[in-house]
């Protein structure tokens, strides 16, 4: 029988967290990779093609 709808449990709260935070520094990663991968030399649009991202977004980090 399915749990009544409510608060997370306590340990489904701390994977979320935790799969929360692994996603941050995944999200940094990334974006460190982008700007040297511009720094490097490549064009926006490969450097975008490359990390599955859209071109503008690789701008806007580019110019940060």
Known sequence: MPRPRGEVPAEQLRELRRARTASDRAQARLREAVVAA???????????????????????????
């Open 38 to 64: 511009i720094e490097a030399g490549g064009s926006y649009t490969a450097v975008a093609e490359a990390a599955g991202l859209a071109k503008s977004t690789v701008q806007l980090w580019a110019k940060d």
